[in-house]
């Protein structure tokens, strides 16, 4: 082609036809190339390990949203102690409660955080710790309760400076 | 010995709901992380934490390396009796701590 096809000022006729062939060709092309890239991503992109982790806790069963809260700050400037509490909804009656708490994330070098075993015992479904995160990323709490259901919250969470950076001398 | 925080109140009405919170002094060493001369330094972390009210587990704990150094945990039992809580910490390399704190339940 050359190049009095291309810029865009010329009136209609054979040239702008000939410049349509060519924008319609490099377009189809464009798609061609992009089409074996393009997947279909959740709302949230979650790396597939963990939801490799989650399923491995889920099993076949249906993880809800809901019932649980994940407090944790969604800015944080050090990711190295990063204060992370996790309250499920539950009358904790020996009929009704939460029996595990887990943690996951998605850009540390482990989609693990914590899995904690609770029980009627504990009165209230509430736990808190400090955890690690490596970047910006999103964190998934999944609770299990007593009737073998799942339900789960997830938190975006803006890391300023992440944990594993530095080394120690 | 390591070193360990625990916070439990010392008196509980019977059928009450308190909070315990525990924090050990550990390293965490989460193993992914490399010297100065691009060494690698091994794993040390805690991986397992139990807690016991008078022998009768309460609230059991798997950790992984994503948990910040000198772990800190905050759960939640009923007082039902005067007695003791045991705390057990179990780690990389043997590591083991063991603390016991007494509660008095009216």
Redesign the interface.
Known sequence: MDETTVPGQEGEGGRAATRRDVLKLAGVLAVAGAAPTVTVRPAAATPADMQAAIAKVTGDAKLSVGKVKLDIPPLVENG???PC?ITVDSPMTPADYVKAIHVF?EK???P????????P?????????????SDTQTIVAVAELSDGSFWSDRVDVVITLG??LE??? | MARALINVPPKAKRGE??AIKTLIAHVME?G?????TGVA?PRDIITGFVAT?NG??????????????N????????ATESGTIEFKWTGDNGYSATEQVKITVE
């Open positions: 190295n102690t990063v509490a994330n540390n070098p482990q693990n955080v914590i899995s904690a075993k609770l029980g015992r504990a009165g209230r479904a509430s736990i808190s710790t400090r955890i690690r995160l944990a594993c080394n120690p001398i | 709901v308190i989460s992914f992380r490399h010297t100065n330094i009210y009768e587990e309460i609230f059991r704990a798997d950790l992984y390396p994503a948990i910040a150094a772990p800190f945990l905050t759960f939640h039992t009923v």
